[in-house]
C-alpha cells in the first residue's frame, strides 16, 4: 500500500527567508503524481504545486518549487523569499497515475509553518 | 473559478441525532470527495462518488453514509451522530483524467457533545 510521510509536525521561517518542507513516500509504482497542498487559516485547500513522476525536470510555481527524488523517494518543497501568508498546514500528497474511477488521493499529516515577521 | 460550497462552517449536534453535510460544486465535475480531517492524521478519505448515484467507500466509511442525486450536490450524512465524529469535515471535486488535482470546500467543522 501507498504511504506518504511528511516527518516535521512544525515549522517556523522568519520572513523573506527559504524553507523546506520535507516528503517521503513509499510505493511500487512508477506511474504517480505528487502535490503539495496548503491549507491556510481560512480552512480553504489549494493546490500548490504538481509532479508527474516520469518529468524530470522539478516542478516550480512562482517562490514554490520541489526537489524532486525519485529514486530515494523523496519529495520535498521550497518556499523562497517566505511572506506572511505562507502561513499555513501544508499537505504532501500522492496519487497511482494509472487513472481509473477508484484512484484515490493520499495524504500526508501535513506540517504547519509558520512565517514569522 | 471553480466553486465547492460547503452548507455549515460551524455546527454543533448531539449525540444520536441525525446530521446532513452538503456540498455542492458549480464546475460540472464528475468526481466528488468527502473527508475528514483531524490532527496528526491529517485527511482521511470517508467516500467518494464518480458520477450521480454510484458511491465507493474511502478508507473510513463506517458510520456514515453518502447521497448524490445531481452532478452538483454530494451529500455526507451521519445517521446516529457520536462524540467520536466531532471532527473537521472537507468536500472537493474533480474532473476525470485530472488525478489528484482537488477543489476543496471550506469545510465544517462538526461537534458533537
Known amino acids: 500500500a501507498q504511504t506518504v510521510t511528511q516527518s516535521q509536525p512544525e515549522m517556523s521561517v522568519q520572513e523573506a527567508e527559504t524553507v523546506t518542507l520535507s516528503c517521503t513516500y513509499d510505493t511500487s509504482e512508477s506511474n504517480y503524481y505528487l502535490f503539495w497542498y496548503k491549507q491556510p487559516p481560512s480552512r480553504q485547500m489549494i493546490l500548490v504545486i504538481r509532479q508527474e513522476a516520469y518529468k524530470q525536470q522539478n516542478a516550480t510555481e512562482n517562490r514554490f518549487s520541489v526537489n524532486f527524488q525519485k529514486a530515494a523517494k523523496s519529495f520535498s518543497l521550497k518556499i523562497s523569499d517566505s511572506q506572511l501568508g505562507d502561513t499555513a498546514m501544508y499537505f504532501c500528497a500522492f496519487i497511482q497515475g494509472y487513472g481509473g474511477a477508484t484512484n484515490k488521493l493520499i495524504f500526508g499529516t501535513g506540517t504547519l509553518l509558520a512565517v514569522q515577521p | 473559478d471553480v466553486k465547492v460550497t460547503q452548507s455549515s462552517r460551524y455546527l454543533v449536534k448531539r449525540t444520536g441525532e441525525k446530521v446532513f453535510l452538503e456540498c455542492v460544486q458549480d464546475m460540472d465535475h464528475e468526481n466528488m470527495f468527502w473527508y475528514r480531517q483531524d490532527p496528526g492524521l491529517g485527511l482521511r478519505l470517508i467516500y467518494f462518488?464518480?458520477?450521480?448515484?454510484?458511491?465507493e467507500k474511502g478508507d473510513i466509511p463506517e458510520g456514515y453514509s453518502v447521497s448524490r442525486e445531481k452532478k452538483e450536490r454530494f451529500s455526507l450524512i451521519l445517521e446516529s451522530a457520536s462524540t467520536n465524529q466531532t471532527s473537521m469535515y472537507l468536500c472537493a471535486s474533480t474532473e476525470d483524467r485530472e488525478e489528484g488535482k482537488l477543489f476543496f470546500g471550506s469545510g465544517t467543522q462538526l461537534s458533537v457533545l
Open positions: 462518488s464518480y458520477d450521480v448515484k454510484m458511491k
